[in-house]
């Protein structure tokens, strides 16, 4: 079946730095990848869809400045979590769309900014 | 706006049936989506059902959609401990293809 990987699974940042995450399809070519942030106990909110070798849509009120997306490929794209804070410490999941329009989700990363 | 309405909380005794339930505002909705989310891990796909039918049948699964009522529900036969879960309905939109994700419903199964 179709796998999407995420890396890091986790990752302790400063305040003030940048995070980069990968969003890789394993097994199948993505023309589009979505980026979603949850917050505990809350449900999926769509930050940005990342289409390759375009620049990503970013969904109202996602500072696209702040969350840098890149599909650089048709198995691979990052987000970059720019001089991150303490609010943006979350748990950000990935998901690739295969040719049959199905998406499929990364095991997920969770950002903690102290 | 397109918005999708889950419970938030159902308990169940191991071997008994569980009942996810779930409404929709989009009519024009081409697919509705079941997703389980264990602690700390992302979405897996459960089962999915095209709008244009009533039922959907996978083992243990069963997805019956209301089209009139734009009520989706998800029954869960012999519940297992393994089946405790967070559970998120969701739909694609007509308008952008976009998944719209429900709250969760978070499944308790106890022994």
């Known amino acids: 079946g179709a796998v999407v990987s995420q890396h890091p699974s986790w990752v302790i940042c400063k305040s003030g730095t940048s995070v980069k995450i990968e969003c890789r399809s394993l097994d199948f070519q993505a023309t589009t990848m979505f980026w979603y942030r949850q917050f505990p106990k809350q449900s999926l909110m769509l930050m940005a869809t990342?289409?390759?070798?375009?620049?990503?849509?970013?969904e109202q009120g996602v500072e696209k400045d702040k969350f840098l997306i890149n599909h650089a490929s048709l198995t691979l794209s990052t987000l970059t979590v720019t001089s991150a804070h303490p609010e943006d410490s979350s748990f950000y999941i990935c998901?690739?769309?295969?040719?049959?329009?199905?998406?499929?989700f990364g095991p997920g990363t969770r950002l903690t900014v102290t | 706006g397109e918005d999708v309405e889950q419970s938030l909380f159902l308990s169940v005794r191991e071997g008994d049936s569980s009942v996810i339930n779930c409404t929709y505002t989009?009519?024009?909705?081409?697919?509705l989506y079941w997703y389980k989310q264990e602690p700390g891990a992302g979405l897996q796909l459960l089962t999915y059902i095209f709008s244009n039918m009533d039922m959907k049948q996978d083992q243990r699964l069963t997805v019956l959609l209301n089209k009139k009522d734009k009520h989706l529900s998800l029954r869960i036969a012999d519940t297992q401990t393994g089946d405790s879960a967070i559970y998120f309905c969701a739909e694609s939109s007509s308008n952008t293809g976009k998944l719209i994700f429900g709250q969760g419903t978070t499944l308790q199964v106890k022994p």
């Open positions: 989009d009519s024009s909705s081409t697919y």
């Open positions: 998901s690739a769309e295969d040719q049959g329009y199905e998406q499929y």
């Open positions: 990342s289409n390759e070798g375009s620049k990503a849509t970013y």
